[in-house]
């Protein structure tokens, strides 16, 4: 028998928390006939909105520059923030050229008062209870009232000049592109001006831009694909970016069509909460595997038998004191799963001769679609379990349509309904899969029109919040303390650069441990010129001591 029994904690879980029982691996799923045809709808989707063919040149140097590890001198961090990236525009232009200035600003490593009672303000996923209970713990923690703090953000003015030395305006579409997720979106959205005036960019959001390691570290994507493995260093997006992939499928307007789901919805629960405080429901059925998937919402167990196709889900019966989704739903993709049985039990192990009675609740069959059901739950979860940064996501309909689209891939490219799956998903829980799409890093772009007048220019500045690269301070490494930001001056775009300048500003707080750009505070050297060939640039930078 090739079993497997799961239990997983109840939240918001990252790493599931997971109770083995018999062998781990269950057998490779087999791909159901209507996911190839899926998948390729999105190959065939085209250009999508933009209606424009990209330009087959997306590295900007030789192919070595970026696949032989970071620059001299250049960290490896264990959390990294991404390099800023080049403009790009998406059509041949012929008489058109480019200036780029990056100005660096650490205005937001100045000290700022923060009082108590700010603290306290922008807690508003705290319930009342937790809230006094903050509240004490500020008290103590700063009697003073309040307390000094600072960032490591850097403000990014990533400033380009387009010159049209043609006899005819030019009329391109412009990408900016950046690092970050779902859930920090509103923090690291770059504004982009054209000429000082607001570009109306449209934002377009690529896929995770990570792997998968075994469950105990390992080579990206290697046999076992159980923890995610964001990328590390530029090289990482070097690597990810060049061929023009990636971003080719970013810009593309998705089209994965109305799969059709068979959804069970568990309510008006009744059980014997006073004798079994976690009194647990359980349904069992047994599917084809070649046939049917099983997604699941609310539920937080599942035993399954990958040699005869038995499956049995549970969740623990809703007492209105548990802190747990009543929302439990189970969804059927491909062939239905027949009969089932449901079955109390005296709580989440669901073990034989620990069978209870007095566990009911109603049982309402219905149909759906795969898209219906995530918008409906991705706005149900992000309202429930995250902070306000996420939670805002259902009230921009771009920006939450985006995000219900990169679950879709996320399911069809690693979960249940791809051939070769990552272990991650193998358990059909869509709380992770929209959890996780909010988590995961991916590279956003900006896209936006722009003319340039014949034989004049157009300035494009996009403006943003860039977060630092860094190591753990439990880590004990050399670099704890030292914030890296690195820059990328022609990945990802086909702009021919005759100049590119950087500048430092409010370089008060800061000491420079490790560059490439030439710049020297001690001599007051704060704007250095670069050579559009180097393709990467980093300054690795630490807090000075007051003082100095």
Known sequence: MNAEKLLYALGDIGDDLIEQAEDRRPARRTALKWTAAAAGLLLAAGLGIWGVRLLPFFGGATAGAGGEGAESGSSVFMSYGGPVFPLDVLEETPGLSASRELLYDFSPWDPVWVSNEQQLAGRNDLTPEERREYEEDLQRWF???????????????????????????????????????????????????????????????????????????????????????????????WNLLKSGEYREDALREKDFGQLPVTVYKFDAWSAPHEEYPAATQAISFTVDAEKTRVLTYGFEGLEWDSDTGFQRHSYFVPDGMRRSTETKLLAVVGEDIGQYALQGYQNGGCEAGEEID???????????????????????????????????????????????????????????????????????????????????????????????????????????????????????????????????????????????????????????????????????????????????????????????
């Open 358 to 548: 007095g566990v009911s609740c109603t049982v309402t069959r219905y149909e759906s679609t795969l898209r219906e059901l995530l918008e409906s739950l991705t706005e149900e979860y992000l309202r429930e379990y995250t902070d306000d940064s996420r939670g805002k996501i259902v009230e921009q309909q771009r920006i939450f349509d985006l995000y219900v689209d990169a679950e879709e891939e996320l399911l069809r490219r690693y979960g249940l309904l791809s051939e070769n799956g990552a272990e991650r998903y193998d358990t059909g829980r869509l709380e992770d899969v929209i959890s996780e799409t909010g988590s995961q890093q991916r590279v956003f772009y900006q896209a936006f029109k722009v003319k340039i007048p014949a034989g004049g220019s157009t300035v494009v500045t996009a403006r943003m919040t860039k977060y630092a690269s860094y190591d753990f301070y439990c880590s004990g490494s050399e670099n704890r303390g030292i914030y890296g930001y690195d820059m990328v001056t022609q990945l990802g775009s086909g702009l021919a650069f005759g100049q590119i300048e950087a500048q430092l500003l409010h370089t008060e707080q800061l000491e420079i441990v490790r560059q490439n750009y030439g710049f020297d505070l001690g001599s007051g050297i704060t704007r250095v010129s670069i050579d559009p060939a180097q393709q990467h640039c980093y300054l690795e930078v630490r807090r000075a001591q007051r003082g100095d």
């Open 143 to 237: 009697p003073e009232g309040g307390d000094e703090q600072t960032s490591t953000d850097l403000l990014v003015t990533d400033r380009y000049t387009l010159e049209n030395s043609s006899g005819q305006e030019a009329a391109v579409t412009a990408v900016y592109p950046f690092t970050g997720s779902f859930q920090n979106l509103s923090e690291l959205t770059p504004e982009i001006l054209t000429n000082g005036r607001g570009a109306g960019a449209e934002l377009l959001a690529g896929g995770y831009s990570g792997g998968f390691a075994g469950a105990v570290g390992g080579e990206e994507d290697s046999e076992e694909r159980l923890n995610l493995q964001n990328l590390d260093s530029w090289v990482g997006y």
